[in-house]
C-alpha cells in the first residue's frame, strides 16, 4: 500500500516535535527527545462532513461520539461513550470499558505476558486474571495516555504519541492516529506504528462500542435484533476459559459463530450458544478473515456488514487486517447510562448486557506466542522493517426494510 506508507514518512515529518506520553498527573522522563503533553485531555475536538459528524478528545485518541442519518433523516449517536470528558478517566479506574479508545501497545490478550524475539525474552506489566496475561498493552495502555493533536482540521485529525518501551514492551514507538470524516458519509481510521531501536510486537486496534440503532426504541437496547454479515469469517481461534488461545483454530460453518452468509444473521440468534469465558454466554470471539487471493492486505476489502432494523442505519466495514475482535457486550451490566444524545425513551436508558458490540480490526490474538500460525510478518515490526499500518473505513447507509 504505497500510498499508506508515503502518508506515514509525511507524518512522521510533521510530528516529531509534538508527541504526548503521558497520562493525567504522569510526565514522562525528562531526557525523553520528546516533550510531555501539555493542554487539556478532555477536550473535545469536533469533525464534520456531508451526513456525519463526530467528537474526539485526546485522552487514548478516543472517539466520544459519532452522529449519521438514520431512516427518517435524523442524526442519532451510534458510538457509546460519555457527556463528560473525565468520567473516561474514572471508566479507567473503575469499569474499565476501553470505550472508543486506542488500545496498545498490542491490542487483546497475551498469554503468561511474555513473549520472545530473536531469543530475547520480554516480561511485560500483566492485568488481568490475577497476573495470567496482559490485556490491550498493560495496566497503563495506549487508552491510558495523552495523544498530542498534531494537525486538526473541518473534517480530519490527527494525534500522536511516543512510546519509551513502557509497560515492560521492548523499543521505542512512534505512533500516529488519524481519523478523517468523508462525505461517503464514512469514518476513516489509520493507526500508523515506527519503532525506532529494536524489534516489537505491535498491534494497535480501535476499541469503539456501537450501537446502530441508538437506543431509540425498547427494542434497540440491546443489538439482538441487529444483522451481522462476515463473509470471510471462516474460521476463529479457540480459546480456553480465561479467553486465552488454546492454538487451535475451529471452523465457523454451521456454528453459533457463522456469519458468513450473505444476508448475515441476527447477533441474538446463537448468542447465547456462544463462548465468552467460563461461565459467559456470548460473543467475545476472534475471527479470522479468510480474505480472497491476492487480497491479503487489500484496504478496500468489505469484511464486515453491520444493520439495526430500529433505524435503518447499516454498517460496512474495509480494512487491510486479517482478523476481527466480535464482543457482544457480554459484561455490561445495566449500570451506565447511556450520553444524552442516546436518552430517548421515558425512563433512563442503560447500557444493558448485549446493549452493544464491539469491533476490533487486528490481527490474531497473541499470534506472537503462537508461531505455528506464521504471523510474525504482520505482528512483530523492527527499525528496518515496514510499519505497522492498521486502515480501517466504516461506511454508512440506510436500509430501510
Known sequence: MPSLITSTALLFAASTTTLAFNTPGNYGPSDSAFPPFSGDPFQKYH????????????????????????????????????????????????????????????????????????????????????????????????????????????????????DTAYQGFPGDVLNVATYTLTDGPALINRLISIPFNKATPIMLSNHIYWNLGAFTTPSSVRILNDTLSMPYAQRYIDTDGILIPTGEINITNNTAYDFTQPSGKQLGTDILDAFCSTGCQGYDTAFILDRPRYSNEDPELE???????????????????????????????????????QQHLNETTYVEQYGCVVIEAQDWIDGINNPQWGRDQWQIFTPTSEPAVNYQKYQFSVVDQ
Not at 451510534?78 to 472508543?100: K, M, P, S, W
Not at 447499516?314 to 486479517?322: P, R
Not at 475482535?325 to 457480554?330: G, L
Request: hydrophobic share 30%; aromatic share 10%; with cysteine.
Open 47 to 162: 469533525l464534520t462532513a456531508k451526513g456525519i459528524n463526530a467528537s474526539f478528545i485526546p485522552y487514548g485518541a478516543r472517539l466520544t461520539n459519532l452522529f449519521v442519518k438514520d431512516k427518517n433523516d435524523c442524526y442519532q449517536d451510534v458510538a457509546l461513550g460519555y457527556d463528560d470528558g473525565e468520567q473516561y478517566l474514572n471508566d479507567t479506574e473503575t469499569d474499565h470499558t476501553f470505550f472508543g479508545a486506542v488500545v496498545g501497545r498490542y491490542a487483546n490478550r497475551i498469554k503468561n505476558s511474555t513473549f520472545t524475539i530473536d531469543g530475547e525474552t520480554s516480561h511485560i506489566v500483566a492485568n488481568e486474571n490475577d497476573g495470567k496475561d496482559t490485556l490491550h498493552g498493560g495496566a497503563v495502555g495506549y487508552d491510558q495516555r495523552n495523544w498530542t493533536v498534531a494537525s486538526h482540521t473541518g473534517n480530519s485529525i490527527t494525534f500522536t504519541f511516543y
Open 303 to 341: 469484511v464486515l456488514k453491520l444493520w439495526a432494523p430500529s433505524t435503518g442505519i447499516q454498517m460496512s466495514l474495509s480494512t487491510n487486517m486479517q482478523g476481527l475482535q466480535i464482543y457482544s457486550c457480554d459484561g455490561q451490566d445495566g449500570t451506565t447510562p447511556v450520553k444524552k444524545s
